[in-house]
T-cell receptor, first 116, second 114 residues
Framework: EAGVAQSPRYKIIEKRQSVAFWCNPI?????LYWYQQILGQGPKLLIQ????????DSQLPKDRFSAERLKGVDSTLKIQPAKLEDSAVYLC??????????????FGQGTRLTVV | TQLLEQSPQFLSIQEGENLTVYCNSS?????LQWYRQEPGEGPVLLVT?????EVKKLKRLTFQFGDARKDSSLHITAAQPGDTGLYLC??????????????FGQGTILTVHP
């Protein structure tokens, strides 16, 4: 079974530039997450999708971050304009949804963003 | 926002030693998960504990969920260099508007020296 695919793996941009990350979840996984992981910290949830609808975006800095999952499959996360503090690894994860039962979330390898 | 505090943040030990990592919160979780993350990779699930007081074993790793479902521990016996990595605990919200949301601790960086 193919895992969660993310691209690019690495990205270096200057502050105030824009950047976009792409995620292809595991086939059939309705739930998709974007996490931000700053070096030395645990992942922080940015946004959670259920199919193409947003379930939780309470920690997404909406003045500069946006995310979409138009067809309920692939998702993109955009930062515009980027700040130095956005330097982090951006992780995408997906899982099957079975009501409120615990199911495992599978993570991609992440995109390491460096803002200079 | 429910917070998870992990301790210690860093752990450097010799091969063969035992260690325990703690994960504490003032909030109740419906379940708690432990992940291991290697550099350049995403977190990989090790175990999920659901019931208060539950103990699960995975080879040399022992996971325990507190009776009140607010805390957990990971114990590694006879650590090996291959155990080196970032260990993350993550709690799943038990109720409210954020039901099911997974909140991560800040992680414990474990280094096992040969």
């Amino acid at each position: 079974e193919a895992g969660v695919a993310q691209s690019p793996r690495y990205k270096i941009i200057e502050k105030r530039q824009s950047v976009a990350f792409w995620c292809n979840p595991i086939s059939g996984h309705a739930t998709l997450y974007w996490y931000q992981q700053i070096l030395g910290q645990g992942p922080k949830l940015l946004i959670q999708f259920q199919n193409n609808g947003v379930v939780d975006d309470s920690q997404l800095p909406k003045d500069r971050f946006s995310a979409e999952r138009l067809k309920g499959v692939d998702s993109t996360l955009k930062i515009q304009p980027a700040k130095l503090e956005d330097s982090a690894v951006y992780l995408c994860a997906s899982k099957i949804t079975r009501g409120y039962r615990n199911t495992e979330a599978f993570f991609g390898q992440g995109t390491r963003l460096t803002v200079v | 926002t429910q917070l998870l505090e992990q301790s210690p943040q860093f752990l450097s030990i010799q091969e063969g030693e035992n260690l325990t990592v703690y994960c504490n919160s003032s909030s109740v979780f419906s379940s708690l998960q432990w992940y291991r993350q290697e550099p350049g990779e995403g977190p990989v699930l090790l175990v999920t504990v659901v019931t208060g007081g539950e103990v699960k074993k995975l080879k040399r790793l022992t996971f325990q969920f507190g009776d009140a479902r607010k805390d957990s521990s990971l114990h590694i016996t006879a650590a090996q260099p291959g155990d080196t990595g970032l260990y993350l605990c993550a709690g799943r919200n038990a109720g409210g508007t954020s039901y099911g949301k997974l909140t991560f601790g800040q992680g414990t960086i474990l280094t096992v020296h040969p």
